[in-house]
């Protein structure tokens, strides 16, 4: 077992997290307030995946190495600058569309903006697993296989929405009510958005997870408004564009990077 992982890591990797979170998610479906423990299962499983892994192949010193990234601070203030203010702005940029198009903005009152600090550590204690996995474990160890950026981030991408089926066939979670086309091609480009933190920070896990957090925060707020699933697709399309114009611009992404 240990030889077949370690030929295929990123493999087995995936089946272990899919099974792990899915063994969460799925008892879930239908239910209105599933069990903490299955929640845990749901958010961990990229996590759980990737530590048991590189216990199995590297010994003790794999799990320190593999959350070494998650104290990567050290990438800049205009970084910092471009986290803190992406979602605030794509969201406001959502709304003035949907302004533009007839529909009516939400009454801002209806979120409790005073516990705004909260939500997003909230977020960010619930976020970091997915992305200890995603990107801290299974994006190096392709980049490692010298496969191409345009290829990672579509193998990438497919799965991580494919992830989310439990959700989408959740009726109580917000998630079902989204078209499917609309979620795979978000799970695309924020792949690319992702990808392009990751290697213009120094490979850092608190970069990519501090986006995550601050998108699921304003993905919060806009169901508490009620536009959750009436601004998505403007949602979509602005973050879409983004990441294109960061697709076109990949060779600057890092030095070495195999930008076919």
Do not use: C
Request: glycine share 6%; proline share 6%.
């Amino acid at each position: 077992m240990r030889a077949w992982i370690e030929q295929h890591p990123v493999f087995a990797f995936y089946l272990l997290a899919f099974a792990v979170s899915w063994a969460g998610m799925i008892p879930s479906i239908g239910n209105s307030s599933p069990n903490p423990l299955l929640s845990l299962l749901s958010a961990g499983g990229p996590t759980f995946a990737a530590v048991l892994i590189v216990l199995l192949v590297e010994g003790k010193q794999g799990p320190r190495r593999l959350f070494a990234p998650l104290f990567e601070w050290r990438f800049g203030s205009a970084w910092y600058l471009f986290l803190f203010t992406f979602w605030p702005i794509v969201a406001g940029a959502a709304l003035g569309l949907m302004a533009l198009f007839g529909t009516a903005l939400p009454d801002l009152s209806r979120f409790a903006w005073n516990t705004l600090p909260i939500v997003f550590i909230i977020m960010l204690l619930s976020n970091v697993w997915e992305e200890i996995g995603w990107r801290g474990f299974a994006l190096p160890h392709l980049l490692q296989q010298k496969r191409s950026l345009g290829q990672i981030i579509l193998f990438m991408g497919l799965l991580w929405s494919l992830w989310h089926l439990p959700l989408m066939l959740n009726p109580y979670s917000p998630m079902s009510s989204l078209p499917w086309y609309a979620a795979i091609l978000f799970s695309l480009a924020l792949t690319v958005i992702y990808t392009w933190l990751y290697l213009s920070t120094n490979q850092s896990l608190l970069s990519v997870s501090l986006f995550h957090a601050l998108s699921n925060t304003i993905g919060l707020i806009l169901f508490e408004l009620g536009v959750y699933v009436s601004s998505y697709l403007w949602v979509v399309a602005i973050v879409s564009l983004v990441a294109l114009a960061v697709w076109l611009q990949r060779r600057k992404w890092r030095p070495a990077t195999d930008a076919a």
